[in-house]
């Protein structure tokens, strides 16, 4: 607390990010990183990029990165926005489009930036509690609303909401943009991005850092209806012309471009997230159904909280949530095979002593 804090930031109560601490032979299931690098095809666009050319600013339209995820999603090049991580990109589209005079809605349990984007940027929300299988409840977002958000898969639930129902949210409510954050998607969801065309209203995040391994590279991307991206470029050229660096601007670039290693990384993921569910399930974890690059799990005789610890002093992380009713979970990131093996051993010492 300080008497030079501008007022809103006493209210402010930061996201706190899963820990990136420097632990000799850490085994890192926290943060939902890929175990896989990305395609050695970015080092080398990296390195071509790395020239005199960075005393120059970066193309502040992004145009060449665009016009790759244009070919990627099938839409026209004004359809795309790209940011500085998808969180920025979210936080554009909270001052740009989420900040109503009706309240934004999504769920209890959910991307726990959502509430503190809310505080920042003086949204009223209303959070909407998950059912007692921790889905979406599509018929509890029939009420007055400045706009709907959630992730798809959800987080950290990892459970997906069918095409169809996004379909039924977005005729729900054609007078609300409907944010679908599609941070986890490539993991064996359906995309919304196939929506786009027909619904005015959508607008479809999703992020380099979870399926393209690069999260050090801090790029994500939105795609939508031209009305809605043009919101997003005012606000961004309000705040920041260059948020894409040019290092970046040609690493994601080149992964976008290099889609079989993109998909035989994320068939590894889905591959390693079936067998640690079996594997998890004959501990006597309860599962829940992911479709994302980590699980939801508890156990019945453990609390999340002391195994997430015990974890730890042998130098594995996995995330746990000290908040109401998931309290008792651990949401672990899929490895390698061998970090999942390693998990795997450890728990069976933890579950059965
Ligand atoms: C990881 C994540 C993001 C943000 O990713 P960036 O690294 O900022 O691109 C957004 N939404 C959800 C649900 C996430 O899990």
Redesign the pocket.
């Known amino acids: 607390m300080s008497r030079f804090w501008s007022p809103l930031v006493h209210q402010l109560t930061p996201y706190v990010p899963g820990e990136q601490p420097k632990i000799p032979n850490l085994t890192k299931l926290n943060?939902?990183e890929s175990p896989y690098g990305p395609s050695p095809k970015v080092y080398e666009a990296i390195k071509q990029a790395t020239n005199d050319t960075l005393r120059l600013y970066p193309d502040p339209q992004a145009q060449d990165l665009k016009q790759a995820l244009a070919d990627y999603t099938g839409l026209p090049a004004n359809h795309i926005f790209v940011g500085?991580?998808?969180?920025?990109?979210?936080a554009l589209a909270y001052q740009a489009l989420l900040k109503q005079d009706k309240p934004l809605l999504f769920p209890d349990i959910?991307?726990s930036?959502y509430p503190v984007y809310c505080k920042m940027y003086q949204v009223d929300y209303e959070q909407l509690p998950l059912d007692e299988n921790f889905k979406i409840n599509l018929a509890d977002y029939q009420r007055p609303n400045g706009g709907i958000i959630f992730?798809n898969p959800?987080?950290?639930t990892g459970i997906a909401l069918p095409l169809g129902e996004i379909r039924q949210l977005l005729d729900n409510n054609p007078d609300s943009v409907v944010l679908v954050?599609e941070?986890?998607v490539d993991f064996g969801t359906e995309s919304a991005v196939s929506l786009v065309k027909d619904y005015p209203n959508l607008l479809v995040?999703q992020?380099?850092?979870?399926s393209w391994a690069l999260?050090g590279l801090?790029?994500?991307f939105a795609v939508g209806q031209p009305e809605l991206i043009e919101a997003l470029i005012r606000v961004k050229d309000s705040f920041n012309s260059y948020p894409l660096d040019r290092l970046a601007l040609a690493g994601a670039k080149a992964a976008v471009e290099d889609q079989d290693y993109f998909k035989s990384t994320c068939n590894k993921v889905i591959t390693s997230r079936e067998k640690l569910t079996q594997a998890l399930s004959q501990l006597g974890f309860e599962v829940l159904p992911s479709s994302a690059n980590f699980v939801f799990a508890r156990h019945p005789q453990h609390e999340g909280a002391w195994l997430a610890q015990k974890l730890r002093k042998k130098a594995l992380l996995v995330r746990h949530f000290n908040q109401p009713r998931i309290s008792s979970f651990l949401r672990i990131t899929l490895g390698t095979e061998e970090q999942n093996t390693l998990l795997i051993q450890l728990l069976t010492e933890l579950v059965n002593n």
Not at 84 to 90: A, C, I, M, Q, W
Not at 207 to 210: A, C, G, L
Request: charged share 20%.
């Open positions: 943060t939902n500085n991580g998808s969180d920025e990109v979210l959910s991307y930036f992730p959800n987080a950290p954050d941070a986890y995040t992020t380099f850092s979870k999260a801090r790029v994500g």
